[in-house]
């Protein structure tokens, strides 16, 4: 297993393959990309490709996300090519829900294994203010067809926002736990959103009451995520990374950008690795590994200790 300086292993790779997204909400920070240019995306060779090389560092956890991965044409061909490398473990989307219902049993015949699906409120008033669409109920079956096709198991990302949705976290519980899905409660970082004092919840309140409500609490390797089990069956983890270097120094994952660039965190763009153009002039197998190790070696906790 590789690691970083920091001691960290990674064993995750978090791919956006585009920038277009079918939503517009109001605090998405677009994985870190700054530009809202939408590049040449990379193709289904290309990706596949860089998931190969990751895999022979041991990193076997594809995220596939965006803007909307759903909205690529080829993103069946996609999810084929990256599940018929063989040595993954984890093959997950991470979508707003929109396209679901029309892709999930595709995606799941391609080797899609889970999706997590971004909801933030069961109100169609402040779907519409949220995302700038009024598409609540295609997402709502988008959940329902995933669970049936056999995507296990579904989670349900909720953004906590001040002011809009922090009063929705019980309803969302229940709405979880009747589609058998899991609550991610994330917390709102400081990325893309002009508004982040606006809306920036602490998540310490809910916390303490999942606490109370919870029959065990275990934490997940990755970030060190809380995962609270509830007296009624319903799981939900929250994750908080703001100012949170405990969630930092569990961080194993990698980033590739919608242009082809490894990203070794989120929060940084300065430290961008390109793969995309050499693996476009012909670059060996040795030498894209060899960007890896490049970009793995700049890997470093935005929040420490
Ligand atoms: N379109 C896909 C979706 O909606 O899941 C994938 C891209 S979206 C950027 C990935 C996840 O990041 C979503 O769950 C979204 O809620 C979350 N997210 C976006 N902006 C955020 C922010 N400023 N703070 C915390 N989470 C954010």
């Known amino acids: 297993m590789i690691k970083d300086p920091y001691g960290r292993p990674v064993t995750g790779l978090r791919i956006s393959i585009t920038r277009r997204c079918n939503l517009n909400c109001i605090y998405c920070h677009r994985e870190g990309e700054e530009s809202s240019h939408i590049p ?7 990706i596949s490709k860089i998931v190969e090389i990751a895999t022979t560092l041991g990193i076997s956890k594809i995220k596939l996300t965006g803007g909307e991965p759903l909205i690529r044409a080829d993103i069946v061909e996609i999810v084929r090519k990256i599940s018929e490398i063989g040595s993954i473990q984890d093959l997950s989307i991470t979508t707003n829900g929109v396209l679901l219902e029309k892709y999930a049993d595709r ?3 391609a080797g899609l294994m889970r999706v997590n699906v971004s909801l933030d409120t069961l109100d169609p008033e402040k779907y519409k203010r949220i995302t700038g669409h009024a598409f609540l109920e295609n997402v709502k079956r988008g ?3 995933a669970r049936e096709v056999g995507l296990y198991p579904i989670k349900v990302n909720m953004v906590i ?9 019980w309803k969302m519980v229940e709405f979880c736990n009747r589609m058998e899905a899991i609550l991610q409660l994330i917390e709102l970082v400081p990325l893309g959103t002009p508004d982040f004092g606006k809306y920036y919840v602490d998540l310490d309140k809910i916390e303490q009451e999942l606490a109370m409500r919870a029959e065990k609490v275990i934490p997940r390797k990755l970030h060190h995520r809380m995962k609270y089990y509830l007296y009624d069956g319903a799981e939900v983890e929250v994750v908080r990374p703001f100012h949170n270097s405990i969630f930092c120094a569990n961080c194993t994952r990698i980033r590739l950008t919608s242009d082809g660039k490894l990203k070794p965190c989120l929060m940084r763009n300065d430290n961008l690795v390109d793969i995309l153009t050499p693996l476009r002039r012909g670059a060996s197998d040795e030498e894209l590994k060899n960007l890896f190790l490049k970009a793995i070696s700049l890997r470093e906790p935005f929040y420490k200790g």
């Open 143 to 145: 959940i329902k067809k």
């Open 161 to 169: 926002l001040r002011g809009i949705n922090e009063d929705e976290v």
């Open 107 to 109: 995606l799941y015949n």
């Open 40 to 46: 040449t995306e990379m193709s289904p060779e290309e």
